[in-house]
């Protein structure tokens, strides 16, 4: 089985994560498109974060009507921060049948070369990348990598910053988060 990767924060998940993860499940060779709900990116503060359970929940919640997207909590029990390599490597010894690609915006394709084992995960791994923030590209060291596939799809300019941005200023924030996110958000107050 062929099984695309999103990792992410999802603080919160939005509905530019699923157009996303959907676009891919449904233009690409991919079979499943899993959601991995990382409890700490290594390049980012933990503390700004809801918790990891409150973030799956809302994954959850976003993806249960559509049968090709998966919640995976995978991360929850590898040593953190979570470095992708170690889940990768996790994942492959825990399904060696599945092939196992990356899904990321533009936006993270930019500071890849940071990642601990780029060069690994690229040996290993094909890569989908999302366009985002500007229609003209943003040239990168990638550029041309065979490894590397840029998508072809609509620019989804949303972000989990922008939302709870948002929700702290009162503002409606309903047409951006899948419906069960928002009652969810809004019955427990987050962000607020
Ligand atoms: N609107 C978007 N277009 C393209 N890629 C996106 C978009 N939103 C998120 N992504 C990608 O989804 C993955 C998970 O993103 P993440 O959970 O950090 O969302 P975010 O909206 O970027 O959050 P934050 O604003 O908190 O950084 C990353 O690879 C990110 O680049
Ligand atoms: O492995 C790394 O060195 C590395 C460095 C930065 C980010 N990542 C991963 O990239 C994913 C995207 O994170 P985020 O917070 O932008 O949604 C998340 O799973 C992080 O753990 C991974």
Redesign the pocket.
Known sequence: MKVGLF?????PIHIGHLVIANHLAEYSDLDQVWF?V?P?????KKSSLLDNYQRLEMVYRATKDYTKLKPSDI?FNLPQ???????LVYLQEKYPDHAFSLI??E??LK?FH?????EL?LENHHIYVYPRISKNKIETQFDGHKKIHYIDAPIMELS?TLIRNAIKTGKNVKPMLPEFVWEYLDEMNFYK
């Open positions: 990792f992410g924060s999802f603080n991995v990382t700490h990116n290594p390049f980012k991360e921060p979570n470095y992708t390599i170690n889940t990321m915006g936006d993270n500071s940071k990642w601990k084992n780029y995960i989990s």
